[in-house]
């Protein structure tokens, strides 16, 4: 068995000193033992190319991406359809969202000898374009929101949830509705939306928790449809979707559980896939079964 580290040193959106990370690493396994490799990242899907050269070779491998939920992914990516292969998180990033989804266990997978000496199982993932992500999958002012977060995270003051602030002010000026044809199980709907959000997992942006019953284990993706909105309500609203409660809108958001969702547009638009920012015309969303090996940190109770 060989445990990969996958340090990111822009976690986040600004470069960090990760020397303390690494020597981390460095103490934790030279304890437990086992093969390993520390792997700084040096550019976009660098982790994910990575992770699957080391996957392809056919041993037993272990992954723990060292960033935010975008490292997460990378690291998933790379790792999705390989069976001897496992990826978990040590979450360092601007949100770190997609460990919230395990509660009050999250605090776990800050715990580097948990996560080494933890159990891994099968769990869902997103396909969106031929680009695989583990959370959420959304289209619309949330993406257009979370995905320029990383714009302003490096500025004095605006780190965190700061920067998640300005990035919905931003976006709210610019616009809340687009022209869409989005495609559900129940059929083909064109007009003006808000967004489109389909969930594996129940938290993004930096602790907006649109689904409460997202399992990233059950075989469906939780999948929520914003019609057109007004600047008037778009506050309440958005507070609610938030907060999970969107059924305080029934007129307006939408729910329901599925494999696929396909969107369309007339003009290029901006796809969030676990807080990366895809452009298209075009988002062709599906659930991939047991993509991807989880590791659950010791003591940590599965999704539910």
Do not use: W
Not at 81 to 98: E, I, K, L, R
Not at 105 to 115: Q, T
Not at 279 to 286: E, L, M, N, Q
Request: charged fraction near 25%; hydrophobic fraction near 40%.
């Amino acid at each position: 068995m060989k445990h990969l580290f996958i340090v990111n040193p822009v976690a986040g959106g600004k470069r960090r000193d990760v020397s303390a990370d690494i020597e981390m690493i460095r103490s934790t396994m030279d304890r437990l033992g086992g093969e390993y490799e520390i792997y700084e990242t040096s550019a976009p899907m660098d982790a994910a190319e990575k992770v699957k050269r080391e996957a392809i070779k056919g041993r037993e491998l272990r992954v723990y991406a060292f960033g935010g939920d975008g490292t997460l992914s990378e690291c998933v990516h790379g790792a999705a359809g390989f069976a001897n292969a496992a990826v978990t998180h040590y979450p360092c990033g601007t949100g770190n969202d997609f460990v919230r989804t395990f509660g009050g266990d999250a605090s776990l997978f800050h715990d580097l000898e948990a996560l080494a000496l933890g159990h891994a199982g099968e769990m869902d993932i997103i396909d969106v374009n031929g680009r695989k992500c583990i959370n959420i999958c959304s289209v619309g002012i949330d993406a257009r929101v979370g995905t320029d977060v990383h714009k302003y995270s490096g500025f004095p003051l605006l780190s965190g949830s700061g920067a998640y602030v300005v990035s919905l002010i931003v976006n709210f000026i610019k616009g809340l509705n687009q022209r869409l044809t989005v495609t559900l199980d129940s059929g083909a709907y064109s007009g003006m939306f808000a967004l489109v959000c389909v969930c594996n997992g129940r938290f993004y942006g930096g602790g907006f928790n649109p689904s409460r019953t997202a399992l990233p284990d059950d075989g469906l993706l939780d999948i929520l449809v914003a019609g057109k909105i007004g600047r008037m309500r778009a506050a309440s609203l958005l507070r609610d979707y938030a907060k999970g409660d969107y059924a305080k809108h029934p007129d307006i958001i939408s729910f329901s559980q599925g494999r696929h969702v396909y969107i369309e547009s007339d003009k290029k638009m901006v796809i969030n896939a676990d807080g990366e920012r895809l452009v298209s015309t075009k988002a062709d969303i599906r659930l991939f079964r047991n993509g991807v090996n989880f590791i659950y940190p010791r003591g940590c109770a599965t999704v539910g």
